[in-house]
């Protein structure tokens, strides 16, 4: 789809390269830059049990793929000059400098414009590009409310155990670019398009900041349970030791699932007759459900959700998410540096003529 675009990535850690793998799995030429001295830092990001000497971590290869990759200092004059030369001829720039490194290098918006109308920068920063704050994903989700919500009453505020901000920052960053790709058909003209990753956290608060901005709730840790439906995120072990979870989102699931369980008559009890009662009172509700769950297998259970569409889950781990031919569909493998790597696909979408 893109074979003739030309990307070049100076961006590192995880937002940035997958925004450039992204392209890279649709056909674009990517080229990944690095300092020889200081290369991308998830390159050291291991596990115990990878090997300590290479120059590849499963970190790394998590957001770079297909990708050529080419070392350069961009304090050294001649490897300056080599990069404005790929640029002059690029469609897409990505990077997350720091405040201020732009201008040290010369790398300036219109610096670039100038020996190239009609590229496309790309920037992702942390707290916007007039802070000069050091960003992890861990302290975007510390400050944008998403550890205060995660978590149970006894946990204490939890991060999620992926990089989720860094995630969500580069769909914007791509939604972006995608946008000023459209409007470049028609004025032949480049953009500059920044994400910082703060905006992309505020931005995904959904129906979370409505909740709080129209009614003033601020959500409470309450584990996997939603704060406006019932039963939903609710853990229940079955009698063969698996756990599972329902996300009852109307009357019509919860006559289903109380009619499978035995329980028809909890839908005329005025505790759980409607979801605004089954949210007040979840605590008892989930312990009469969970006394039936456990005389059932979980194999039986999900068959019958599933056979009357019921929105049920097993709780999987990723040895057994793995094991499911259509998460293989989306495993990447290919050799960086000798090293055979493996991620998951920056696209799940399917586009059909």
């Given at each position: ?16 390269p ?9 056909g ?32 790394f ?15 050294n ?22 405040k ?25 920063s ?8 050091v ?41 972006g670019i995608l ?31 409505s ?21 939903y ?39 759980f ?16 459900i969970?006394?039936?769950i ?16 019921v ?18 569909k ?15 696909s ?8």
């Amino acid at each position: 789809m893109f074979e003739d675009l030309k990307v070049i990535d100076c961006s590192t850690v995880l937002a940035g390269p997958s925004v450039g793998t992204f392209f890279a799995e649709l056909g674009a030429s990517v080229t990944k830059i690095e300092n020889p001295a200081i290369p991308d830092v998830t390159r050291t990001w291991k596990l115990a049990s990878e090997d300590k000497n290479t120059s590849v971590s499963a970190y790394f290869s998590s957001v770079n793929y297909h990708k050529h990759y080419l070392k350069l200092d961009f304090k050294n004059k001649t490897d300056l000059n080599q990069l404005v030369d790929l640029i002059k001829t690029a469609d897409i720039f990505l990077s997350n400098f720091k405040k201020g490194d732009a201008e040290k290098f010369g790398l300036t918006d219109s610096f670039l414009l100038s020996i190239n109308s009609r590229l496309i920068i790309g920037k992702i920063s942390g707290f916007g590009e007039e802070s000069d704050r050091v960003a992890y994903d861990l302290i975007l989700q510390a400050e944008t409310g998403f550890m205060s919500m995660n978590g149970t009453s006894d946990s204490g505020p939890v991060k999620m155990p992926v990089a989720l901000i860094d995630v969500l920052a580069a769909h914007q960053l791509k939604e972006g670019i995608l946008t000023a790709l459209l409007k470049r058909t028609k004025t032949n003209q480049g953009s500059v398009v920044s994400v910082s990753l703060y905006a992309a956290a505020i931005s995904s608060l959904a129906n979370q900041a409505s909740n709080y901005l129209m009614e003033g709730y601020t959500p409470q840790r309450i584990g996997s349970l939603h704060p406006n439906i019932a039963p939903y995120g609710e853990i229940f072990r079955t009698n063969d030791g698996r756990l599972i979870t329902f996300a009852i989102g109307s009357n019509k699931h919860f006559q289903i699932l109380c009619d499978f369980l035995g329980l028809s008559k909890l839908t005329s009890d005025e505790r759980f007759s409607g979801n605004v009662e089954r949210v007040k009172n979840r605590t008892e509700l989930q312990e009469i459900i969970q006394e039936i769950i456990s005389r059932w297998n979980a194999d039986d259970i999900m068959e019958f959700m599933h056979e009357h569409f019921v929105p049920a889950g097993l709780i999987r781990d990723l040895e057994e998410v793995f094991k499911n031919p259509e998460s293989r569909k989306l495993i990447r493998t290919e050799p960086i540096e000798n090293i055979q790597t493996k991620r998951v696909s920056q696209i799940a979408f399917q586009l059909k003529s």
